[in-house]
């Protein structure tokens, strides 16, 4: 018999805020935390503007002593911080530790720590930073939030590009409802650096304007960077500590287009099936969704796929429901987009007011669903869909729902 | 609620300084021999003349339909460790529903040296000038995806980048995808390439005021390749008439334990086996490909630690993973 699986605490760090209640307020504000590159020089890159976190003091969010780690890794620490605290956890885990794991998740690991290194690589002289490349490991951030906080279950760092965050949700559930954990921080992070930027650049995912999801004139995407880590925790043992429920991890699904490494795959079909997959693992049904929080990258192509995906999977309940991205407000958080927003997901279920799709001016006829422009909307929201998709080709979908 | 379904190894598709392929990596197991070469002037002056577990004449051309642009070197390893296990269990050409066979990949460290010459052209000519070719070979999760493009597998699919538990860890996450009914065939593993990034890493770390050096004399040798295995629902396999090298009796994760393969005999006698000697540390290639080694020995019925009879199951740990894997019952057996 499967262990169902509730959400008991989470954390975010992004532009928006290094805190949950920062974060929430200034989305359903209408805000966008996207502005000025100021930690890089952005000469050469398509647009000169992403989602980098402001606000964030590592001496006073870290461990005692500031151990000089990567940022990354102190994005993931402060996020799963949170997410301890809320869970009623923030003096350790009680009972046996050897049942409380991560499964965490990063596209680039320690990007500036690798800069680093392979800079002093590349010179011909001087001293070689192996520290720097110690503190990049993509399984560094997972290693350093373990052993601060004496978390000795199950371990595990994925690396499945923008999907990244939504299949470590996906794989921690797993973990619980097997019964190999009680309790599973869960989630993904990313900073951003000139390597990451550059190549995103060049790739054209980027806009050299706004990031407008669904907007008729969208042109691409803004990056941004943070963590969201989630505790999942097992329904019966959340209930015998009597901890606060946030919501429901229902199912989840992951598959690849087996198309192309960057180019998308003709008639979106492998997001089709996802979506399909997810509602089957989670047990439930189109009419059962009442909000969609997309993948709404902004690019050209991406935004109409995932249109005519979700219209095909939930059929008419597409029209009935409010659709939104909040990419254009965080950036996409990258390995963090996927937890970042399952977050936004259940804080929308918890207040009943979905956050807005900003900067949208022209509605595309070819994507006519209600992407909730600009102004967050009041909406029952009992269960919902989360959206992420990557470069190689992978997709995902999480189904939540409220407690 | 159904019971969860049982799991067998229907394939293994191993690269590595032992033998490409499960016949040359199984006649490498059974004669003991070691992999290990002294490496040659190309790797630098720290490591010349040291054992190095490199894979010798590796031709990805032979596993692949088409000649590609570029290939990292891990990514060509993941491809042929793939084909080879694809072929090794009757799945190709591949005559099964394509959204219901799905990849999990581990490796520890990914896509290094193209990692550094994407970079390298960045720091040299600008943001502007970057490639973006390299940038999208770059990734982690770059082999997996040209494994699921290659062989067409469009199910569940999914990259651990955990360490040297990467790819027992990734076969671990194809194991709960099939027990959980997300798919039917998963092919899983770990993969992992020498290049000269790793090897300069690999340096003992450097102290304040010690020159930087290689951990010669404390370091275990180095090496490199993919492991690969086919684990599949029994009913699946059973229905299209594979025959399965073992069965996964177990998966298990947290706490620490020490990377070992423990082979276990009907009598309950256990050997300890050590494949890093043979072939060095291959980070996360090295659970996969013990993992490998243990189908390969157990459907064949020998142990490569000992010549006393056939093993009856063997549990491949590394840091916070645990997999077991039993020998298939037969009709004889209760």
């Given at each position: 018999m499967s262990r169902r699986v509730v959400v008991t605490g989470m954390g975010v760090v992004c532009c928006l805020g290094s805190d949950q209640d920062t974060f929430w307020r200034r989305l359903l504000a209408g805000e966008s935390g996207i502005g000025p590159i100021t930690k890089l020089d952005p000469t050469g890159l398509r647009n000169e503007e992403a989602g980098e976190v402001q606000v964030f003091d590592w001496e006073a969010l870290g461990p005692e002593g500031t151990p000089p780690v990567d940022e990354a890794t102190q994005f993931a620490y402060a996020a799963s911080a949170e997410a301890l605290r809320q869970a009623g956890m923030e003096c350790g885990v009680q009972g046996d530790a050897s049942r409380v794991g991560l499964v965490f998740s990063t596209n680039f690991g320690g990007a500036a720590s690798w800069e680093s290194f392979a800079e002093s690589r590349l010179r011909a002289t001087g001293r070689l930073e192996v520290a720097a490349f110690n503190e990049f490991r993509f399984e560094r951030a997972a290693e350093f939030v373990a052993e601060a906080f004496g978390l000795r279950g199950p371990k595990m760092t994925l690396s499945n590009s923008c999907s990244s965050g939504a299949s470590a949700i996906g794989l921690a559930a797993d973990l619980i409802r097997l019964g190999h954990a009680d309790l599973v921080l869960a989630g993904g992070h990313d900073s951003l650096g000139l390597s990451t930027l550059a190549g995103l650049s060049i790739l054209r995912t980027i806009t050299a304007e706004k990031c407008r999801p669904f907007d008729k004139n969208r042109s691409g995407t803004i990056f941004g960077e943070g963590a969201g880590v989630l505790m999942l925790e097992a329904e019966d043992h959340a209930k015998e500590r009597a901890a606060k429920v946030?919501?429901?991890?229902l199912g989840y699904a992951l598959n690849n287009n087996a198309y192309h490494l960057t180019a998308p795959d003709k008639g979106g079909q492998g997001m089709v099936e996802v979506l399909r997959a997810a509602l089957v693992n989670a047990c439930v049904t189109a009419e059962q969704i009442d909000y969609v929080n997309a993948h709404g990258t902004g690019t050209q192509y991406h935004d109409v796929a995932e249109t005519q995906a979700i219209k095909q999977v939930l059929g008419p309940r597409a029209y009935q429901i409010p659709v939104s991205s909040i990419k254009a407000a965080t950036?996409?958080?990258?390995?963090g987009a996927g937890s970042v927003e399952a977050i936004a997901t259940i804080l929308a279920m918890r207040d009943g007011v979905v956050p807005p799709t900003v900067n949208y001016e022209t509605p595309d006829p070819e994507c006519d669903l209600d992407y909730v422009p600009n102004v967050a909307k009041s909406a029952t929201v009992r269960m919902a869909l989360s959206i992420s998709a990557g470069i190689g080709g992978n997709n995902a979908a999480v189904v939540l729902a409220a407690p | 609620m159904n019971e969860r379904p049982q799991i067998v190894v229907t394939g293994v598709g191993p690269v590595s300084s032992l033998g490409i392929g499960r016949e040359a990596f199984a006649g490498g197991l059974r004669t003991g021999a070691s992999g290990l070469q002294p490496a040659g002037p190309e790797w630098g002056e720290e490591w010349s003349g040291r054992p190095l577990g490199g894979v010798a004449d590796f031709d990805v051309g032979r596993y692949l339909e088409s000649e590609k642009t570029y290939l990292d070197r891990a990514s060509a390893f993941a491809l042929a460790g793939s084909k080879l296990a694809l072929k090794d269990a009757g799945l190709l050409p591949l005559a099964v529903d394509p959204t219901r066979i799905g990849v999990c990949l581990g490796t520890a460290f990914g896509c290094l040296d193209t990692m550094l010459s994407f970079l390298a052209k960045v720091f040299d000519k600008g943001a502007k000038y970057a490639n973006s070719v390299l940038f999208s070979h770059s990734y982690a999760n770059s082999p997996i995806s040209l494994v699921a493009i290659e062989f067409g597998l469009r199910g569940y699919h999914s990259t651990v980048t955990d360490g040297v538990s990467s790819g027992l860890a990734a076969i671990a996450q194809a194991a709960l995808a099939l027990q959980t009914g997300q798919a039917d065939v998963v092919v899983a593993g770990g993969v992992e390439a020498l290049g000269h990034v790793l090897l300069s890493a690999m340096r003992e770390p450097s102290r304040a005021g010690a020159p930087p050096g290689p951990q010669a004399d404390t370091q275990a040798p180095l090496g490199e390749g993919a492991g690969l295995l086919v684990l599949e629902t029994s009913d699946h396999a059973s229905k299209r008439g594979a025959e399965p090298?073992?069965?996964?009796a177990a998966i298990g994760f947290g706490p620490h334990c020490e990377r070992a393969v423990c082979f276990r005999a009907d009598s309950g006698s256990a050997v300890t086996w050590c494949l890093s000697d043979s072939i060095g540390e291959c980070f996360g290639a090295s659970g996969a490909l013990e993992a490998c080694g243990a189908a390969v020995c157990l459907s064949a019925g020998y142990s490569p630690a000992s010549e006393k009879g056939a093993p009856r199951s063997a549990e491949v740990a590394s840091c916070r993973v645990r997999l077991t894997l039993e020998r298939c019952p037969t009709e004889a057996s209760p």
């Amino acid at each position: 018999m499967s262990r169902r699986v509730v959400v008991t605490g989470m954390g975010v760090v992004c532009c928006l805020g290094s805190d949950q209640d920062t974060f929430w307020r200034r989305l359903l504000a209408g805000e966008s935390g996207i502005g000025p590159i100021t930690k890089l020089d952005p000469t050469g890159l398509r647009n000169e503007e992403a989602g980098e976190v402001q606000v964030f003091d590592w001496e006073a969010l870290g461990p005692e002593g500031t151990p000089p780690v990567d940022e990354a890794t102190q994005f993931a620490y402060a996020a799963s911080a949170e997410a301890l605290r809320q869970a009623g956890m923030e003096c350790g885990v009680q009972g046996d530790a050897s049942r409380v794991g991560l499964v965490f998740s990063t596209n680039f690991g320690g990007a500036a720590s690798w800069e680093s290194f392979a800079e002093s690589r590349l010179r011909a002289t001087g001293r070689l930073e192996v520290a720097a490349f110690n503190e990049f490991r993509f399984e560094r951030a997972a290693e350093f939030v373990a052993e601060a906080f004496g978390l000795r279950g199950p371990k595990m760092t994925l690396s499945n590009s923008c999907s990244s965050g939504a299949s470590a949700i996906g794989l921690a559930a797993d973990l619980i409802r097997l019964g190999h954990a009680d309790l599973v921080l869960a989630g993904g992070h990313d900073s951003l650096g000139l390597s990451t930027l550059a190549g995103l650049s060049i790739l054209r995912t980027i806009t050299a304007e706004k990031c407008r999801p669904f907007d008729k004139n969208r042109s691409g995407t803004i990056f941004g960077e943070g963590a969201g880590v989630l505790m999942l925790e097992a329904e019966d043992h959340a209930k015998e500590r009597a901890a606060k429920v946030l919501a429901r991890v229902l199912g989840y699904a992951l598959n690849n287009n087996a198309y192309h490494l960057t180019a998308p795959d003709k008639g979106g079909q492998g997001m089709v099936e996802v979506l399909r997959a997810a509602l089957v693992n989670a047990c439930v049904t189109a009419e059962q969704i009442d909000y969609v929080n997309a993948h709404g990258t902004g690019t050209q192509y991406h935004d109409v796929a995932e249109t005519q995906a979700i219209k095909q999977v939930l059929g008419p309940r597409a029209y009935q429901i409010p659709v939104s991205s909040i990419k254009a407000a965080t950036g996409h958080v990258m390995a963090g987009a996927g937890s970042v927003e399952a977050i936004a997901t259940i804080l929308a279920m918890r207040d009943g007011v979905v956050p807005p799709t900003v900067n949208y001016e022209t509605p595309d006829p070819e994507c006519d669903l209600d992407y909730v422009p600009n102004v967050a909307k009041s909406a029952t929201v009992r269960m919902a869909l989360s959206i992420s998709a990557g470069i190689g080709g992978n997709n995902a979908a999480v189904v939540l729902a409220a407690p | 609620m159904n019971e969860r379904p049982q799991i067998v190894v229907t394939g293994v598709g191993p690269v590595s300084s032992l033998g490409i392929g499960r016949e040359a990596f199984a006649g490498g197991l059974r004669t003991g021999a070691s992999g290990l070469q002294p490496a040659g002037p190309e790797w630098g002056e720290e490591w010349s003349g040291r054992p190095l577990g490199g894979v010798a004449d590796f031709d990805v051309g032979r596993y692949l339909e088409s000649e590609k642009t570029y290939l990292d070197r891990a990514s060509a390893f993941a491809l042929a460790g793939s084909k080879l296990a694809l072929k090794d269990a009757g799945l190709l050409p591949l005559a099964v529903d394509p959204t219901r066979i799905g990849v999990c990949l581990g490796t520890a460290f990914g896509c290094l040296d193209t990692m550094l010459s994407f970079l390298a052209k960045v720091f040299d000519k600008g943001a502007k000038y970057a490639n973006s070719v390299l940038f999208s070979h770059s990734y982690a999760n770059s082999p997996i995806s040209l494994v699921a493009i290659e062989f067409g597998l469009r199910g569940y699919h999914s990259t651990v980048t955990d360490g040297v538990s990467s790819g027992l860890a990734a076969i671990a996450q194809a194991a709960l995808a099939l027990q959980t009914g997300q798919a039917d065939v998963v092919v899983a593993g770990g993969v992992e390439a020498l290049g000269h990034v790793l090897l300069s890493a690999m340096r003992e770390p450097s102290r304040a005021g010690a020159p930087p050096g290689p951990q010669a004399d404390t370091q275990a040798p180095l090496g490199e390749g993919a492991g690969l295995l086919v684990l599949e629902t029994s009913d699946h396999a059973s229905k299209r008439g594979a025959e399965p090298l073992c069965c996964v009796a177990a998966i298990g994760f947290g706490p620490h334990c020490e990377r070992a393969v423990c082979f276990r005999a009907d009598s309950g006698s256990a050997v300890t086996w050590c494949l890093s000697d043979s072939i060095g540390e291959c980070f996360g290639a090295s659970g996969a490909l013990e993992a490998c080694g243990a189908a390969v020995c157990l459907s064949a019925g020998y142990s490569p630690a000992s010549e006393k009879g056939a093993p009856r199951s063997a549990e491949v740990a590394s840091c916070r993973v645990r997999l077991t894997l039993e020998r298939c019952p037969t009709e004889a057996s209760p």
